[in-house]
């Protein structure tokens, strides 16, 4: 098992920037391919960000490339978010996922094995 908790959320104002972590416990999450996801009120949730075990691959929706960065450290099996030039449209509920023993960035929902409870990022303009 592993267990996902997610902080670093808040109220923030357009233009900011803002940092989540994730912490993983339980079994090692090193080889893990992990993900950020966000869920907006009335919205699927959709993926936002991915990162392969090594930290070498990485994937992003179109939505926030060139403003989010999505980073690991396997030492402290935590993986990070770091999220610039944040727009009103960001504001979700983030949640880190792990997909066990997997070697691909997958996208979809399903094939994330643990999930963390999420943390609220709120955006005004």
């Known amino acids: 098992q592993v267990q996902l908790v997610e902080s670093g959320g808040g109220l923030l104002q357009a233009g900011d920037s803002l940092r989540l972590s994730c912490a993983a416990s339980?079994?090692?999450?090193?080889?893990?391919?992990m993900g950020w996801f966000r869920q907006a009120p009335g919205k699927e949730r959709e993926f936002v960000a991915g990162i392969s075990r090594s930290g070498v691959v990485r994937a992003y929706v179109d939505s926030v490339k060139g403003r989010f960065t999505i980073s690991r450290d396997n030492a402290k099996n935590a993986v990070y978010l770091q999220m610039n030039m944040l727009k009103p449209e960001d504001t979700a509920v983030y949640y880190c996922a792990a997909d066990w023993n997997s070697v691909v960035i997958a996208r979809s929902v399903r094939e994330y094995d643990y999930w963390g409870q999420g943390t609220q990022v709120t955006v005004s303009s």
């Open positions: 339980g079994r090692s999450c090193s080889n893990c391919v």
